[in-house]
Structures are given as C-alpha cells and as structure tokens.
C-alpha cells in the first residue's frame, strides 16, 4: 500500500538542549496568549502594544496575526469552515512550537468557532505542567462599535453583500465558554492598548510566565 501521501514511519527527535534550557536562557516561560473575537475588536491592536509592553521588560514574544499569515503560511486559504479550521490549526501548531520555543506567543485570529479554538487548547496542554500554556483573551467588543470603526471597510462591503460569509455578519462568531481574560467595554469606553496590555502582562507575572525560578 502506498503511504507517499501520509507521514507514517516517522519519528520523534530528541535534542540536548530541551525547552527548560531555553526558558532558563529566556528568563521567561514559554506560552501561548490566544486573542479571539470579531474582526475590528482590536486583536491586533492589544497584540501589538502587548508584545512592545513584553519587549519593554526584556521578554521575547512574538506575535501571529491572522491577517499576515494569511500573506505567507495560510495564502492558500479562504473563508469557509473548513478553511478557516485549518487556519487555526495550523497557526496553532506554530504557536506550539513557538512556546516550545521559550517564547510568548501572541496568536491573534479571529477564531471564530468553539470546536476548533478548544482543539488548540487541548493540543497546547500537556499533562506533566499543571499550569496550562494556553491562556484566551477574549475580545468582547460589540458587533455595532466593530462595524462603526470598519477600519478596512469590509463590513461595508459585507453589507452589500460584496463578501460572503463575513463574520458577525452571514458567518457565525461563537464567544468562548471559557477564557482566561475577557475584555470589555467600561461604561460604554473600551479600555486604552496600554491597558488592555497591562492586564494580560499581570496575569502573566502573576501566574509565573515572566520568570523562571
Ligand atoms: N469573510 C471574512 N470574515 C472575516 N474576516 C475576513 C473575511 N474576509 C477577509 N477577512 C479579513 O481576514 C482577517 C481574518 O483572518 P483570520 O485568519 O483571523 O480569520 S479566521 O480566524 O480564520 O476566521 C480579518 O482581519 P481582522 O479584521 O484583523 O480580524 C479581515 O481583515
Ligand atoms: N482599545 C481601543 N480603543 C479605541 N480604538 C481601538 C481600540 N482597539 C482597537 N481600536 C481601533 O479599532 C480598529 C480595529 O482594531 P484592530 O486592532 O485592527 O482590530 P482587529 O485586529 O480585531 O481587526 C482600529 O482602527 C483600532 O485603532
């Protein structure tokens, strides 16, 4: 039978220098920060000012977007389902070799639906941490404010139905049942980047990832 199409007879490869090697060079613990929500919540824009508040504090992270990838690694997907759940697979794989890594990585996809979101989870634990190295914020920014910033137009676009299957618009958004770190408005303002960042960097310190003992 042939197997040129499937990877069987493959093995695992050890290396000397493991992840805890990494992380004690690092000073920090490799994980996952995964942002959800609509396209417009502001995943790019708390991506970005948490990645310049790590750089600050001489942590290495790196940040995944949805939309770059989408140039490069993923260019060979649309927007349907299954597209969009090999999407998030694969930038979860990539999350978990960048964890592996010793970095903080900030995946920033829509991410629209539960199954595939909680398959990456599972995919990220690993049962000899107790600590989990995926953490979800989510970003909890109403459909109306999304579409009133449209900072790219295509909810516009989705509208006059010059995109199909936009999210939040004829496509399904699924808000997690559980995550980590929710953010939303406070009396009707969103909270400013730096703040937002500030809130995952303490949960971070908090929880431990920001150092190794
Ligand atoms: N149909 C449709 N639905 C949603 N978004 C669309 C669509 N077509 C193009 N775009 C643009 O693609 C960006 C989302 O890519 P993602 O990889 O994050 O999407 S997904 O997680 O696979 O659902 C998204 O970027 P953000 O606005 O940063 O979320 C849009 O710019
Ligand atoms: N906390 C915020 N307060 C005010 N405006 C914001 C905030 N976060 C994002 N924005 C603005 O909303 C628009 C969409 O943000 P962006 O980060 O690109 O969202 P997404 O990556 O989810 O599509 C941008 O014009 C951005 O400047």
Request: net charge neutral.
């Amino acid at each position: 039978m042939s197997t040129l199409n499937n990877s069987t007879n493959v093995f695992w490869q050890e290396c000397q220098v493991g992840k805890v090697d990494r992380q004690k060079l690092l000073n920090q613990k490799g994980c996952v920060v995964w942002i959800t929500g609509l396209s417009g919540s502001g995943k790019s824009t708390l991506a970005c000012a948490l990645s310049r508040e790590l750089h600050c504090r001489g942590k290495l992270s790196y940040v995944l977007d949805g939309d770059n990838l989408r140039h490069g690694l993923n260019k060979d997907l649309g927007f349907k389902a299954e597209d969009r759940a090999e999407n998030i697979r694969r930038v979860g794989e990539v999350a978990k070799l960048f964890a592996d890594a010793g970095l903080i990585c900030i995946a920033s996809l829509i991410s629209p639906y539960r199954k595939e979101r909680d398959a990456c989870r599972a995919m990220l634990s690993d049962a000899n941490f107790i600590e989990a190295r995926l953490h979800m914020v989510f970003m909890n920014t109403p459909l109306e404010l999304c579409e009133s910033r449209d900072a790219k137009g295509l909810y516009k676009l989705a509208r006059a139905g010059k995109i199909k299957g936009f999210t939040g618009i004829d496509d399904p958004y699924e808000p997690p049942e559980k995550c980590e770190i929710e953010i939303e408005q406070e009396n009707g303002v969103c909270p400013m980047p730096a703040a937002m960042a500030g809130q995952v960097v303490s949960y971070l310190e908090v929880k431990g990832f920001l150092q190794v003992q």
